[in-house]
């Protein structure tokens, strides 16, 4: 299983971003897919995450802005960032696998991650 994460880029405070991540091997349909996040000098953060029957998960620092979606045909993983944040820049990673529910926010039990993509959000 490989995943391809996209659509980083700089933007400024109060802006939006998309981004993708491509699930191309596996059964797309049965894995949660997760997005988590690393600034410099920080821990790795949980962001979002999407059950394959699309039940979502959200970070406290970002409910109510960032939205997970998934497009099953596609085996697409969507992240729509709005209204984004200094703190919001880092560097953001997907991931797939069979979390069980204890497992979807720490990053243990995705068994797959893509290479990262980088959100700058200028002040």
């Known amino acids: 299983v490989q995943l391809q994460a996209s659509g980083g880029g700089l933007v400024q405070a109060g802006g939006s971003l998309r981004l993708s991540c491509v699930v191309s091997?596996?059964?797309?349909?049965?894995?949660?897919v997760g997005w988590f996040r690393q600034a410099p000098e920080k821990e790795r953060e949980f962001v979002a995450a999407i059950r394959w029957y699309s039940i979502q998960y959200y970070g406290d620092s970002v409910k109510g802005r960032f939205t997970i979606s998934r497009d099953n045909a596609g085996s697409i993983i969507y992240l729509q960032m709005s209204n984004l944040k200094p703190d919001d820049t880092a560097l953001y990673y997907c991931a797939a696998g069979r979390p069980i529910t204890s497992q979807i926010r720490s990053g243990s039990g995705y068994g797959y991650w893509g290479q990262g993509t980088q959100v700058t959000v200028s002040s």
């Open positions: 091997g596996g059964t797309f349909r049965e894995y949660s």
